[in-house]
């Protein structure tokens, strides 16, 4: 079925220091109200979304969504989305058990390749180095993250073995906010960010899973606070944004950055303007987070941060000078950086 959408004629126009203007046009979603927090961007622009009640979407090459929606989904929430290309995609449901399914059609059909209702299972995120390798991760289980990984693009899924796993804090766990927690750099080193704990801390491996180190971050601690979504920009640059969504407005320690790699993290000199889900770059620095307070923009690095607009997503994705945000009820909107 496709979706076909109304832009509103309402834009939100911000210039900055570099003279580059973002433009975020809302988008009216007439045919789904379902909250999406899945979204993902191929390199070249192909793009999935997914969300609440087992709702799938893909941005056709007629510059239109396009909606898949199982019968049978319709008790899952699918948090995450990855894809490699316009025909192959994988989508991860997160709550009480996890359901992981892949198509390599275009959304024609889907393929079961993970199921877990384990007591205790709620997979947070997942992110891939490769149309091949890949990782999720779940809420502890017996004080450890519970961790996935997939070396055939997502057809099939097994434990992560881990050597030296570190046990989590009292509370700790990861967030399902945007799939985002979690982030594959390189060839083989992984970042996932955590929070609820007595500190928020990033869980560091270099091996893709075998063996692991956390650190701790400056990142706000407690119920509901710590790390909501994570980015590299390269090698040795991260941002991770997040905060207190029971306290949105509050901007203490909503936002950490690091420049060696994940070994030390800080606060940016400008925060953003409250509680952050999801955070998303393109390739000309350009850093855009987004959550209930609205939309924050960064360009260098994440040190500093000017608000945009209030109005609020849930997800954002930015490839080359454009890119999409997506919210609650179906809520959507299009981004353009000229």
Not at 68 to 79: A, G, K, N, P, V
Not at 283 to 306: A, M
């Given at each position: ?114 199921e877990n209702y384990q007591e205790g299972i709620f997979f947070d995120g997942m992110d891939f180095w490769d149309d091949k390798n890949g990782l999720a991760f779940s809420d502890p289980i017996n004080d450890k993250l519970y961790m996935i990984e997939t ?188």
């Open positions: 079925m496709k979706i076909y959408v109304l832009f509103l004629f309402f834009l939100v126009v911000f210039s900055s220091c570099s003279e580059q203007e973002i433009e975020i046009t809302p988008v009216l979603n007439k045919l789904s109200n379902s909250s999406i927090r899945g979204l993902y961007s191929v390199d070249n622009g192909s793009l999935w979304a997914s969300g609440a009640n087992g709702i799938v979407f893909r941005y056709g090459k007629n510059n239109q969504w396009i909606k898949y929606q199982d019968t049978s989904w319709s008790d899952l929430d699918f948090r995450d989305v990855h894809s490699f290309s316009e025909e192959e995609a994988i989508i991860m449901s997160s709550g009480d058990g996890c359901e992981i399914y892949k198509t390599n059609d275009a959304g024609k059909t889907w393929r079961l390749v993970y070396k055939d693009g997502g057809e099939s899924w097994e434990k992560i073995k881990s050597l030296n796993l570190p046990q989590t804090l009292l509370g700790e766990a990861g967030f399902a906010a945007s799939g985002t927690g979690i982030v594959c750099v390189g060839d083989s080193t992984v970042y996932i960010g955590t929070g609820g704990g007595e500190v928020s801390r990033v869980f560091i491996s270099h091996d893709r899973g075998k063996n692991w180190k956390v650190v701790n971050t400056p990142m706000r601690s407690g119920k509901a606070s710590g790390i909501y979504s994570m980015l590299f920009l390269d090698d040795l640059n991260g941002v991770a944004v997040g905060g207190n969504y029971l306290d949105s407005v509050s901007t203490q320690g909503n936002c950490v950055i690091t420049s060696d790699g994940g070994l030390t993290w800080k606060l940016p000199n400008t925060m953003p303007s409250g509680y952050m889900s999801c955070v998303a770059y393109n390739k000309d620095g350009v850093l855009l987070c987004t959550g209930r307070n609205g939309i924050d923009v960064s360009y260098d690095k994440g040190n500093n941060w000017k608000h945009i607009t209030d109005d609020a997503y849930y997800s954002c994705v930015l490839y080359k000078k454009t890119g999409w945000l997506t919210g609650r009820a179906g809520k959507m909107a299009k981004i353009v950086i000229k």
